[in-house]
């Protein structure tokens, strides 16, 4: 039995929407929005009370590298899943590329890294049209190890990941997760700071409640701003989704990047308006909020999550490739390899962007009383995604609902990692 570990960490920064359709020529566009969207749906069934977080772009990155080792079944599964399926064959890896070059292009603004790794057991022959085409379009790293030595492996891999995240996500992997089957492991990482195009005042950030879905309350640090973005109320004319509920979309600096918030009223659990969430709907948000002042309250907030992607996929129609029928002879001349684990290790961290400032003690008020401007007042659970304004890539998808351990830190995060175990039998 042989093992191939397709180990990926990805950076879900999802960017998603096409934004205000000033998409250039020259501007790729995501196909993979559908796919984006259905994982959420699926970790959301699977996830119960918890917070989500995960790089769809990530997923679709690390699944297009072991695209180029896949044929037959294996191969189609994943076009038709990721939807690369209405393009000719090959073309997803030029998109992927395109999309992620896209994405680093605007360097001066924000920092985004993709980097992508091979972990190739030694002595064994992988086929050289493979390890290029990785390369090509990938830019993978391409390294030997002895995965019979699991943890020195663990070690040096998670070491890779530590170092292509700022150390954001560390001791991802542990020796238990290979075995002397292990023939390679796939790994992307993905890593995203922005700073607030508008940013918070730490000084205006206070103490707020933050009233969960079950109806109970916890004390969380609210930022607070009035400020220009795209806001918009939307409703899908039906109560199933609540009714009105709020779209805001805060740009990072630069403009390319941007973080949407769908906050339903508060009243409202956000379960009852996740399920109308669609591909077609985060678009049409997109494409209808305006540009106007808000107030605008946001929790300071870091949210973490690993994630076991291998049922998540399977739901979504991507089988063969765990089983023993798994087809990725394009990697090696032996027909015996197959996924054995696939997992993605999130981290977002959310804040106001600045001086580590002390909290301050004055008082604003935080009132829903006078309204001068429309009020964006995410004091309970909400769903955003992170997208890219131009090529509508989603770089990340998440839900906030219980807050977890506020940080001190200064600017928005977001790492993720996917790893795809490949192994044989
Ligand atoms: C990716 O970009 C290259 C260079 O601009 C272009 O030739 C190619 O057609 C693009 N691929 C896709 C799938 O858009
Ligand atoms: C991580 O970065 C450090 C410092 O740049 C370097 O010494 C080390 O070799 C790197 N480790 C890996 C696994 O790339």
């Keep these: 039995m042989l093992i191939l570990d397709v180990l990926s960490p990805l ?39 918890d917070n989500i977080i995960f790089s769809p772009l990530s997923v679709a990155v690390a699944l297009g590298m072991v695209e180029l080792g896949a044929r037959g079944a294996s191969l ?21 590329q395109n999309l992620t070059t896209a994405l680093t292009d605007d360097d001066t603004h924000y920092v985004i890294r993709f980097a992508n790794s091979l972990f190739l057991q030694e002595g064994v022959t992988f086929n050289p049209e493979f390890l290029h085409l990785m390369k090509k379009y990938f830019r993978a790293d391409v390294e030997t190890v002895d995965f019979s030595e699991s943890s020195a492996v663990a070690d040096q891999i998670n070491n890779w990941v530590e170092n292509h995240t700022e150390s954001k996500i560390r001791a991802l992997l542990s020796a238990e997760d290979f075995s002397s089957v292990t023939r390679l492991t796939l790994v992307n990482a993905v890593y995203f700071r922005g700073s607030w195009k508008n940013q918070f005042r730490p ?45 805001l979309e805060m740009p990072y600096e630069g403009e390319d990047m941007s973080m949407m918030i769908v906050l339903p009223r508060q009243e409202v659990p956000l379960a009852s308006l996740e399920p109308i969430i669609k591909a077609p709907l985060l678009e049409e948000w ?24 291998r049922n998540t996929l399977q739901d979504l129609g991507i089988k063969n490739i765990f089983t023993n029928d798994a087809d990725l002879s394009a990697m090696t001349d032996g027909k015996d390899l197959y996924i054995g684990k696939a997992v993605q290790k999130a ?35 909400f769903f955003f995604v992170i997208r890219n304004r131009r090529t509508g890539v989603y770089l990340c998808e998440c839900k ?5 351990r506020v940080m001190s830190g200064r600017l928005l995060y977001i790492t993720v990692h996917v790893h795809l175990f490949v192994c044989a039998c």
């Design 400 to 404: 906030y609902k219980r807050i977890s």
């Design 76 to 96: 189609e599964e994943i076009r038709q899943a990721v939807g690369f399926s209405h393009l000719l064959p090959g073309v997803e890896f030029s998109l992927l």
């Design 203 to 247: 000084e205006n950030t206070r103490t707020f409640s933050f009233s969960k879905d079950d109806g109970s309350e916890v004390q969380t640090l609210m930022m607070y701003q009035q400020g220009d973005f795209y806001y918009g109320e939307f409703s899908d004319g039906s109560q199933e989704a609540g009714g009105v509920y709020q779209v």
């Design 286 to 309: 997109a494409n209808n909020v305006k540009r106007q002042k808000v107030e605008v309250y946001l929790p300071r907030f870091k949210v973490e999550q690993k994630i076991d992607l």
């Design 347 to 381: 981290y977002l961290e959310v804040t106001e962007e600045g001086a580590e400032g002390a909290v301050g003690s004055g008082m604003i008020a935080l009132t829903r009383t006078l309204v001068l401007y429309p009020q964006v007042m995410a004091d309970h659970p």
């Design 11 to 49: 950076l879900l920064l999802s960017i998603l929407l096409p934004g205000y359709g000033c998409r250039a020529a020259d501007i790729p566009e995501d196909t993979t929005s559908e796919f984006s969207v259905r994982l959420y749906h699926r970790l959301q069934a699977a996830g119960g009370q």
